[in-house]
Structure formats: structure tokens, C-alpha cells
């Protein structure tokens, strides 16, 4: 079964509309993938609706990737089958979006008294509706030629302690699981390998989510080392979490793909084991199977 759990459309900073996203999906033939954009969930019904309308052989699962405060850190936890029709949930984060909104105004203050104007109209008329994030600021800075290149211009204003970053307010680690405990879905650590974090703290980290109640855990992202792989692996049965798996798909790149290369070991209990999925591609395949036995038989049939 092919199956990636963390991805994002345009309703926050992917590039793709939903309908191009779970095209993708299907053309990289997975059977199951996570809508996981950043504390919103306005795409689900979207996606779902598509999914009825298309018969497409694909599994959504409903997900968001929630924007908490760790120490100093920014930790994201993705939540995994929340119902996105819970009013608490869908109040819940709306606050993180009211945030995103005060923290962009503060960005853009910041980065017209460094002689760059224009950012937040820039950004809030690409947004519309959706999450604005980080990426929509960097966006905006590589089209007016601050910088070559998205990751040049995170290095040079939006990573912490440059010009345009603006420390946020985010719920704390501990409230998040809740949020999404509440909401009926499960809590996943997502890539932990992305806060640049030591050891010591990674480890105080993953301690401090299982303390909380946190179920699983992305040990496998694209671009890790086989020995990355091994250490989150070793830390996820350490404290008995799920594993995870994820692309975090954000647009087309020649480096990272939704459902690449996400193979779980085996001795891991997979987030999914009690979620009861079959591959629909499976379910379908005996009409499949029946046309073809109802095809004339060639030599080239002889079973061997
Ligand atoms: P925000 O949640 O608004 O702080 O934005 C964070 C998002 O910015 C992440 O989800 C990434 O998609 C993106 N991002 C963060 N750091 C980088 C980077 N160095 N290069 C490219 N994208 C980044
Ligand atoms: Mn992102
Ligand atoms: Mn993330
Ligand atoms: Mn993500």
C-alpha cells in the first residue's frame, strides 16, 4: 500500500489546487494521502468532494499540521483523521489564523522599515482565504529580487533573528494534542529532524510529546541518511510511539515527490495499523480480474 500522511495545497503554502493535488496522488499511484496544510482545514470538503465526484481510487485523510511552541522552538504537530467538522476544533484554529494574521503585520512592518514596501498586500492577494505562512512572505521577496532562491531569502530574512522573522505566540506542544485528540484524530511529531535541534533536546522533545499524550511519530521524511532513519526509528520505540510517514509535499521538485521513497521498517507499529484501510486500487481489482478471464486464453496465459 502506498501511502504518504503529510502534504499541502494552496489553502496554505503549497503551490497546487486541491484537484491538482490529488490528481498527483493518483498519477504517483497512492493509495492513501493526508491533506495536512497548516492550522486550517478549509481544503477537506473540497477534496473529499472531488474524490466522490472523480471515483477516484484514492483514500483522503483528513489532517492538518498545527504550528506549536516548544521551549523556543517552533514544533509542528500534524493531526491525523480529525473531523473537520468539529465547531471547538475549527474555533481553535481560527486562533492560530487570527496569529498568522498578527504576525504578518508585524513581518511586514519590519520589512518596510528595511526599505522593503508592499509585502502584506503582496502576500494577504496571494493567500485569499487560506493560511498565510512564512513561504508566502519569501515568495513575495524572490519575485521583487531580494534573493535568488526561496532558502536564500529564508537565510537572509525569515529564519530566526533576520529582519523579517517575528517570534509567534503558537499553542503550546501539550494543548495541540489535545486539540486534536478532541477532535477525534491523532497527534503525530512531524519531521524531527527540522527544528535543528541537538540530541539532547530532540530527545527531551519526543519525552515531552509521549508525555502528552502524542501517538506517532514521522520517522520517515525524503532526504534523510539510512542513519537519521535509524535514530528517529530507535527513538519511536523507545517511547512507544506509531510511526509515521510523509512527504510534506509542497509543490513539484525534482527532489521530493508525494509517496517517495516512504517505506517503514517493519518491526514499527504504523500509525495506520487500526485504521482498517484496504487500497481501493485491491478493492477494485476483481472487475478487473473478471474482464480478463472472460478474455480468450493465449498460450501466453499458460500458467507456468
Ligand atoms: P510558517 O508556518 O508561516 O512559519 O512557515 C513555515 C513554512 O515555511 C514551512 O512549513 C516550510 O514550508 C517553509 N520553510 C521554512 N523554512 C524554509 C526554508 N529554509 N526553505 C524553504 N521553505 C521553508
Ligand atoms: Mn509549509
Ligand atoms: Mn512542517
Ligand atoms: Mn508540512
Redesign the pocket.
Known sequence: MKIDLHSHTNHS?GLLPVAELLARAISCNLDVLAITD?DTVSALPQAAAWLTETQASLTLINGVEI?TAWHEF?IHIVGLNINPDCPQFLARLASQQQR?LERAQEMARRLEKAQIPGALEAVLAEVGDGAI???HF?RFLVKTGRADS??AV??KYL?RGKTGYVPNNWVDLASAVQWIHDAGGQAVLAHPLKYNLNGRYLKRLVTDFAAAGGDAMEIISPQQTPVQRRDLWTLCLQHQLTASVGSDF?QPTTWNELGKHLYLPDDVTPVWANWGLVPKRLTQEPEATAVLSAAPTTSMDTPR
Do not use: P, W
Open positions: 503554502d497548516h504550528s517552533e498568522r505562512t512564512r513561504s519569501a526561496i532558502n529564508f537565510k529564519a509542497h
